[in-house]
């Protein structure tokens, strides 16, 4: 295989298992096995198995890192175990004392933090099937990979690091809804939070964005509003700079 770094988003209905704010511990899953993902690729069990013991927590060389949307410059913590089970590839993280792990801790408790995704090569696959075959029957997926070198596992502000372009695709008003309640949930979170202005500015930039990308979706053709993000997104980010010039 080439040497691809490759990077899938997945939202799992338990991602993040446990959270103790005091100890800065958290658990959770950063993979699924055996569901098919956007880019038609199953991760059946096993996959990690190797990359696990050769440079996993417990390995003579830990170098799988955990990070915030897969930013090197972003580290949340030291992973103390990954291991497979049933269900996927799941962690525990001491979670660092610094501001970034703080906020972290933060967005865990608000719910913002929703979606894992990991950071990896590809080392062994199988095609399942064709690709004409897979655009007829996609929920069969066209390759099962069996093996994978796991660099990083990434907790998500958004969805993926370029929080636009994984969910492009939606078209449905539920997933109107969805982008709605996620920028409902960011702008509370900015007006209430204690965390570090880089984080706010961060989250301000997602809202931002989902305000824009839930217009395009609606189809909104008032002229006057039809490239503007709401306007209490407006009011925050404004609020927001003229507090930093005080």
Same mark, same amino acid.
């Given at each position: 295989?080439?040497?691809?770094?490759?990077?899938?988003?997945?939202?799992?209905?338990?991602? /993040?298992? &446990?959270?103790? #704010?005091?100890?800065? /511990?958290?658990?959770?899953?950063? @993979?699924?096995?055996?569901?098919?993902?956007?880019?038609?690729?199953?991760?059946?069990?096993?996959?990690?198995?190797?990359?696990?013991?050769?440079?996993? $927590?417990?390995? *003579?060389? #830990?170098?799988?890192?955990?990070?915030?949307? =897969?930013? $090197? @410059?972003? *580290?949340?913590?030291?992973?103390?175990?990954?291991?497979?089970?049933?269900?996927?590839?799941?962690?525990?993280?001491?979670?660092?004392? =610094?501001?970034?792990?703080?906020?972290?801790?933060?967005?865990?408790?608000?719910?913002?933090?929703?979606? =894992?995704?990991?950071?990896f090569k590809i080392i062994k696959r199988n095609q399942i099937q064709s690709y004409e075959n897979y655009l007829k029957n996609p929920q069969l997926g066209q390759y099962e990979i069996t093996e994978i070198k796991l660099y990083e596992?990434?907790?998500?502000?958004?969805?993926?690091?370029? #929080?636009?372009? #994984?969910?492009? @695709?939606?078209?449905?008003?539920?997933?109107? &809804?969805?982008?709605?309640?996620? =920028?409902?949930?960011?702008?509370?979170?900015?007006?209430?939070?204690?965390?570090?202005?880089?984080?706010?500015?961060?989250?301000?930039?997602? @809202?931002?964005?989902?305000?824009?990308?839930?217009?395009?979706? %609606?189809?909104?053709?008032? *002229?006057?509003?039809?490239?503007? *993000?709401?306007?209490?997104?407006?009011?925050?980010?404004?609020?927001?700079?003229?507090?930093?010039? %005080?």
């Open positions: 295989m080439a040497n691809i770094f490759n990077i899938k988003t997945e939202v799992l209905s338990a991602e /993040i298992m &446990d959270l103790n #704010p005091k100890q800065g /511990i958290v658990t959770g899953y950063f @993979s699924k096995f055996n569901n098919v993902d956007g880019d038609g690729d199953i991760i059946r069990p096993g996959a990690f198995t190797k990359t696990i013991k050769e440079q996993g $927590p417990q390995s *003579p060389l #830990p170098r799988i890192k955990h990070l915030l949307n =897969h930013d $090197p @410059s972003l *580290p949340l913590g030291v992973l103390k175990s990954l291991t497979e089970d049933s269900y996927g590839l799941a962690y525990e993280s001491q979670i660092g004392s =610094h501001e970034g792990g703080e906020d972290f801790i933060k967005m865990v408790e608000s719910g913002l933090i929703t979606e =894992h995704s990991i950071g596992g990434s907790s998500l502000t958004a969805w993926g690091a370029n #929080p636009l372009t #994984p969910i492009t @695709s939606l078209k449905s008003m539920n997933d109107v &809804d969805l982008l709605v309640a996620k =920028h409902e949930a960011i702008e509370k979170f900015c007006r209430n939070t204690t965390a570090t202005d880089d984080t706010i500015q961060m989250l301000l930039l997602h @809202s931002k964005q989902l305000a824009q990308l839930i217009l395009d979706m %609606k189809g909104t053709t008032d *002229p006057g509003k039809s490239n503007q *993000p709401e306007e209490s997104v407006v009011d925050i980010i404004r609020q927001f700079n003229n507090n930093l010039k %005080k």
